[in-house]
């Protein structure tokens, strides 16, 4: 599989298209002064605590409070809250070293949040969800720095590996490896990124991630809430942290300050895929230039049409969103469950494309073209399940059920992307209202009375072609002569394509518009 990513930079922000095999999958927008990411760190205060939903409102600077649950805390909060005081009261030139700092014991699973955050202290609080809606950000107190290869988490001793590396003996290798080279007091999660790679790789990730740590609680020290302690890389380069793999093979940017700042990470983490950024400064807009203009148009809209004639109907209400499959005129076979299966595989390609392109979260509801066979039933699950594999958001897909609905969780990170894909009618400017074209004629004639009182002998009337077949058509019923006579005038009347059904103009004998 091929990937592309390309970025468009302008003075509003930085767009993002990722490109598999020419075909759009996401698409990010970054606005110049967006704030409240994922993955920002912040140093909030306790506002409200609400022991009904065992969660507090802190306050991180946003227009409405952050929202942070008990499950959020981390069983390491004590220890956070104890760190958050030491750093913002710390008196040396230099921070304090971490390795000998002492970690508090765990709070309880089911534990109170009044019991944690009695007093209402100022903590360290990362962003998990940034604002959706009219809901502020939520919040977590389990801290993660994430590098190319590693992520780091303070305060405990866990090695974890990814799931995804399926090599056993790997596995272990990496395990043995990062406990070797781990700091203390710092958990390591090794990524799926890390397969493969050498010790020495490894270590100068975690190297990076600890200086980060020490760069936070310099920014800590004498900060008063609310503050932002540290932002997530921008959001080119931790995409590029988070995708680069062997099949990527090409970043094209518009901008020549973030192409040479692409070019420099890309050179600290894969020195052998430096080639990939390309600048461009061509004549069209990049996004046009990359076909991705058309394929956004194509994407957004409420129907979208699949290449063979089915076509799916997306549709959004407050609690969850529904796809409806439609078969349109697709045919395969004279076997109605063969029909259905194939538009249903075609389908599922699609709608696991529009989930990543569009950001859908919550609920998804999708009603397929109704299937008999068990068989058929768990192919087109399979299928869904095999399409959303390159999905980095968690999701779970249920199973068909009676009534032919497949029901899918998708994580909800950020809020869901909706471009306006409609343009404004040309006719009715975008007010939903025309001339009614039955008193057209009464309207041009009425306005030809106008310029006859007013001294107009020599005019020209530019109307659509339609019309002008309409006013021209037949010898007894020519509307233009009976005018012509009427107002005993010269005039002349042209066709004009690019006008609208019910568009017209009027010239006078120096080919100048009368204005009314």
């Known amino acids: 599989m091929n990937k592309e990513l390309i970025i468009n930079v302008s003075p509003g922000g930085v767009e993002i298209a990722l490109l598999e095999d020419k075909k759009l999958v996401e698409l990010h927008t970054e606005k110049a002064d967006a704030n409240f990411a994922v993955g920002d760190l912040y140093l ?21 409070d952050a929202f942070l649950h008990y499950t959020d805390l981390s069983p390491y909060a004590r220890s956070l809250l104890k760190f958050t005081q030491m750093a913002i009261h710390d008196k040396g030139e230099t921070p304090f070293d ?48 994430p590098g190319r290869f590693v992520v780091l988490t303070p305060f405990n001793e866990i090695v974890a590996v990814s799931k995804k590396i399926h090599s056993a003996e790997e596995r272990k290798r990496l395990q043995k490896i990062v406990e070797a080279i781990r700091p203390k007091n710092f958990g390591v999660i090794v990524r799926t990124a890390a397969e493969g790679k050498s010790t020495a790789e490894l270590h100068q990730d975690l190297i990076a991630l600890t200086e980060n740590w020490k760069q936070i609680q310099l920014n800590l ?4 809430p609310p503050a932002k302690i540290m932002s997530e890389q921008d959001k080119t380069t931790s995409m590029l942290r988070d995708l680069l793999t062997v099949d990527f093979n090409r970043v094209v940017i518009n901008d020549k300050n973030i192409y040479n700042d692409t070019k ?14 390309t600048y461009y400064n061509g004549p069209l807009p990049i996004f046009d230039q990359y076909g991705v203009t058309k394929q956004v148009k194509g994407s957004f809209g409420k129907t979208v049409n699949l290449p063979s004639g089915a076509y799916l109907i997306i549709e959004h209400t407050e609690a969850l969103h529904v796809i409806d499959v439609n078969s349109g005129y697709k ?5 109605q469950e063969e029909n259905a299966l194939q538009t249903n595989l075609e389908a599922a390609e699609e709608i696991a494309r529009q989930l990543r392109l569009r950001d859908i979260g919550g609920i998804i509801v999708i009603d397929f073209i109704d299937m008999k066979l068990p068989d058929n039933k768990r192919k087109l699950q399979d299928a869904m399940e095999e399409y959303m594999k390159n999905d980095r958001a968690k999701h779970a897909v249920l199973p068909i059920s009676k009534f032919g609905l497949m029901q899918i969780t998708r994580q909800r990170m950020r809020p869901e992307v909706n471009i306006n894909t409609s343009e404004i009618c040309p006719t009715c400017g975008g007010t939903g209202m025309v001339t009614p074209s039955i008193l057209l004629e009464d309207e041009m004639e009425k306005r030809l009375q106008y310029l006859v009182n007013h001294g107009h002998r020599q005019i020209e009337l530019h109307v659509h072609p339609i019309v002008y077949a309409y006013l021209t058509k037949g010898w007894f019923t020519n509307i233009v002569k009976k005018w012509k006579k009427k107002f005993a005038i010269k005039l002349k009347v042209l066709p004009n394509n690019n006008y609208s059904f019910i568009e017209y103009h009027f010239f006078d004998e120096n080919e100048e518009e009368i204005k009314f």
């Open 331 to 335: 045919s395969v076979s004279n076997n």
């Open 221 to 224: 020290k004498g900060a008063v």
């Open 264 to 277: 420099a990470y890309i050179q600290k983490i894969a020195p052998d895929k430096v080639d990939i950024v």
């Open 98 to 145: 971490f390795s000998n700092f002492n970690v508090e014991p765990e709070i309880v699973k089911t534990g109170k949040i009044n019991e944690v955050l009695n007093g209402k202290p100022s903590v360290l609080v990362q962003i998990l969800k940034e604002p959706i809606a009219a809901k502020g950000p939520r919040l977590s107190c389990e801290i993660s720095l």
């Open 44 to 64: 909030g205060k306790v506002k409200k605590l609400i022991p009904g939903l065992n969660a507090a409102f802190i306050d991180v600077g946003f227009e409405k």
